[in-house]
């Protein structure tokens, strides 16, 4: 089963750049929180999405699978090779993304900083290279 990413329309805000916020935590501690307790986590998030689209800086968000679920990908030699599960064993493990506007790292660092996820895990920036067309 594949979740949909929620996502907005693009605004024209200037010269203001895309950045993905990648999401990373612990599964199998995430996995041990109740459900109430986790609803109030997910309750922060939606919030933390709000706050993004009222500030026009929402673009995209989606949560993934769990790692168990992933597989690789490997061509060598002209041969396929795909094996379950995630490349490499980490402490932690990219859940999910947001994908926000921004004017520059430093203002997408200030929105990582007030992602809830940061409280539990760790937020990883990234400014999108835009592709030009043609």
């Not at 999401?23 to 996995?31: I, K």
Request: hydrophobic share 45%.
């Amino acid at each position: 089963m594949v979740a949909a990413v929620e996502t907005v329309a693009a605004g024209s805000k200037g010269t203001e750049m895309h950045f993905m916020l990648m999401l990373y935590a612990d599964e199998v501690a995430g996995s041990q929180i109740p459900p109430e307790e986790m609803n109030g986590f997910m309750d922060q998030m939606h919030a933390y999405r709000e706050a993004l689209r009222k500030a026009e800086a929402f673009v995209a968000t989606a949560p993934l699978a769990p790692t168990h679920t992933a597989c690789t990908v490997r061509l060598h030699d002209g041969e396929t090779r795909v094996q379950d599960g995630p490349y490499a064993e980490t402490r932690e493990q990219l859940g999910g993304y947001f994908i926000i506007r921004a004017a520059d790292m430093d203002e997408a660092v200030n929105w990582a900083t007030r992602c809830p996820a940061a409280t539990w895990g760790t937020v990883e920036v990234r400014q999108i290279i835009e592709l030009g067309h043609g």
